[in-house]
Every structure is written in structure tokens, then in C-alpha cells.
């Protein structure tokens, strides 16, 4: 199976795109470190994707300091499940 990756472009004020700065960019660019994920979800200066293993990993103001990454398991009745495109 390929590994499904992610890019992103924009404001970046809090690290939101996930390629290890605070730089927008008005172009896709590689969310870096990150592979296998099943679903995304972001906000104004977060986001969050749910990988293959059922991890949830966010960055961006949510994981408190502007691009750092948290790491965890998925959990409550919506892990797991994909929305529908």
C-alpha cells in the first residue's frame, strides 16, 4: 500500500501547515515527518490528522508551542471512523 501523505499551504503564524516553521506559503508544501494518515481536521492555527495505527498526532497552537507535535491514541466514538468526501 503507498503511503499517504499530506500538504498544506497558507497561514502558518502558529506552525499549522506542519513543515517545521512559522512561514505561510501560498504553495502545497510537505507536512514533514508524517505519513499513513487516514483523516485530517484543522482549524484557524491547528491541526490534527488520525494515521493508520489509529494515532492521533496535532500541531500548531494546539499542541502548545508554535509547530510542535503531540502524539496520541484515538479515542471516544468517532475514532476510527472516516467522514465520507
Same mark, same amino acid.
Given at each position: 500500500?503507498?503511503?499517504?501523505?499530506?500538504?498544506?499551504?497558507? *497561514?502558518?503564524?502558529?506552525?499549522?501547515? @506542519? !513543515?517545521?516553521?512559522?512561514?505561510?506559503?501560498? +504553495?502545497?508544501?510537505? /507536512? #514533514?515527518?508524517?505519513? *499513513?494518515?487516514?483523516?485530517?481536521?484543522? @482549524? !484557524?492555527?491547528?491541526?490534527?490528522?488520525?494515521? +493508520?495505527?489509529?494515532? /492521533? #498526532?496535532?500541531?500548531?497552537?494546539?499542541?502548545?508551542?508554535?509547530?510542535?507535535?503531540?502524539?496520541?491514541?484515538?479515542?471516544?466514538?468517532?475514532?476510527?471512523?472516516?467522514?465520507?468526501?
Amino acid at each position: 500500500m503507498a503511503e499517504k501523505r499530506l500538504k498544506s499551504w497558507g *497561514n502558518n503564524r502558529a506552525g499549522q501547515l @506542519g !513543515d517545521g516553521t512559522v512561514s505561510s506559503h501560498n +504553495a502545497p508544501g510537505q /507536512v #514533514v515527518n508524517l505519513s *499513513n494518515a487516514t483523516d485530517i481536521a484543522a @482549524g !484557524d492555527t491547528h491541526s490534527l490528522t488520525l494515521l +493508520a495505527d489509529q494515532t /492521533v #498526532v496535532a500541531w500548531g497552537h494546539a499542541a502548545s508551542r508554535p509547530g510542535r507535535r503531540r502524539r496520541g491514541p484515538a479515542v471516544g466514538r468517532e475514532a476510527g471512523r472516516s467522514r465520507s468526501r
